[in-house]
């Protein structure tokens, strides 16, 4: 199977961040995780990127917050789908990373999740993985199913108490 490749701005969106990696780890679907910024050390995300599909990589998942030119800068130098996740925090509170995630220019798309939105980045990766691993769409399957028995347990109890 591909491997997704989990990229971060910084340690401190890794407290988020980890939960694409946890929720990925459910799945049986190998990842790295690593560190890399756009501002920061560019050349090195870039190479990153470049590099990513001759490494192994099916799927790019890019966490970063403010003016979070990361989840971009890799959809520029890979033709690898890019799901983005914007970090809550800084000054606008994560409108700012909501916006430089999602506005990308025509023909370089980033499929951008909520705010902090990483357990959805990693559903989506694994959806795009699915589309040719059957074993994984019927995890995924498997997943929308103890998904809806949740929600009747909870329907149950929530009449328990207004009827019983
Ligand atoms: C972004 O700036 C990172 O993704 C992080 O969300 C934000 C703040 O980084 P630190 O100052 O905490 O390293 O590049």
Known sequence: MKK???IMGSDSDWP???GACEQLKAFDIP???HILSAHRTPDKAAAFAK???ANG???LICAAGMAAHLAGAFAGNSTLPVIGIPMKGGAMDGLDALLATVQMPSGIPVATVALNGA???AVLAAQILAV???ALAAKLDQARLDMAAQIAEK?????GELNG
């Open 4 to 6: 997704v490749a989990v």
């Open 16 to 18: 988020v961040v980890k």
């Open 31 to 33: 990842y790295e995780a």
């Open 51 to 53: 590099s990513a599909r």
């Open 57 to 59: 990589f099916g799927v």
């Open 119 to 121: 357990k959805n980045a």
């Open 132 to 134: 040719s691993d059957g």
């Open 155 to 159: 329907e149950d109890k929530l009449q």
